[in-house]
């Protein structure tokens, strides 16, 4: 079974600012993607970013990166010029990639507040 | 194109009753997956439809169950109500083979009194 551990339950940083969110898993799998969702306080998970396990390049959407560590089992999301819309709880979760699963294990999140 | 949609958002119900939720996915998904939300034991998988069929299914008691209709909108039903059921339920709809990642309705808030 995989285990997806978010050792941050909160965090807080300066509009403008940049900060990284921690996440570490565990799994026997080789092949498998990577996610982050992020939940504000409307209850919508969006998806932020994602990653293939197989892909060596971090994955990048604007102003959302990941420092994808795959022998060392970790996946951090770092968000650049943070904004006041930033705010919300942010998910780490992570998929097995073969066909016939579309199941997500997620992490217990971390709070993120950005102060104005 | 929509994104996916839930309804009802809220339900308030008691003890003992049952509920039926639902979920309209994205047009052209055809899997849709079920999680509960809770404070205490964070967002849990319930159950995987794809086809009409359940190909996957969480660590719920048998009161938890569901179903796809052929066009892909999916319900969750849930019997003999528990206050521990009190939950956000959320459903997701992904594209199958296409690894992009599921997509959230709004979650049903269900409150068990």
């Known amino acids: 079974a995989q285990t997806v551990t978010q050792s941050q339950p909160e965090m807080s940083v300066q509009e403008a600012e940049t900060v990284t969110l921690s996440c570490t898993y565990d799994?026997?799998?080789?092949?498998?993607?990577l996610f982050w969702y992020k939940q504000p306080p409307s209850r919508q998970m969006i998806l932020v970013i994602r990653?293939?396990?197989?892909?060596?390049q971090n994955a990048t959407e604007n102003r959302f990166s990941v420092n994808f560590q795959k022998a060392a089992k970790s996946f951090s999301l770092k968000i650049s010029d943070s904004q006041l819309g930033d705010t919300a709880m942010y998910f780490c979760?992570?998929?097995?990639?073969?066909?016939?699963?579309?199941?997500?294990?997620f992490g217990t999140g971390t709070r993120l507040t950005i102060i104005p | 194109k929509a994104g996916v949609t839930q309804t009802p958002r809220y339900l308030i119900k008691t003890r003992g009753q049952q509920v039926t939720l639902s979920c309209s996915p994205i047009?052209?998904?055809?899997?849709v997956s079920w999680y509960q939300q809770t404070p205490g034991q964070g967002l849990q998988f319930l159950f995987e439809?794809?086809?009409?069929?359940?190909?996957n299914k969480g660590n719920f008691p048998g009161r938890f169950s569901g179903r796809q209709f052929s066009n892909s909108r999916s319900e969750m039903n849930v019997s003999t109500l528990e206050l521990g059921d009190s939950a956000l339920y959320l459903c997701?709809?992904?594209?199958?083979?296409?690894?992009?990642?599921?997509?959230f309705g709004q979650g049903t808030r269900l409150t068990v009194v």
């Open positions: 979760a992570f998929m097995k990639q073969n066909f016939g699963n579309e199941k997500l294990t």
């Open positions: 990653q293939e396990a197989y892909k060596q």
């Open positions: 047009s052209g998904h055809r899997s």
């Open positions: 997701a709809s992904s594209l199958v083979g296409s690894r992009t990642g599921a997509f």
């Open positions: 799994t026997s799998e080789s092949n498998y993607y």
């Open positions: 439809y794809f086809s009409e069929t359940q190909r």
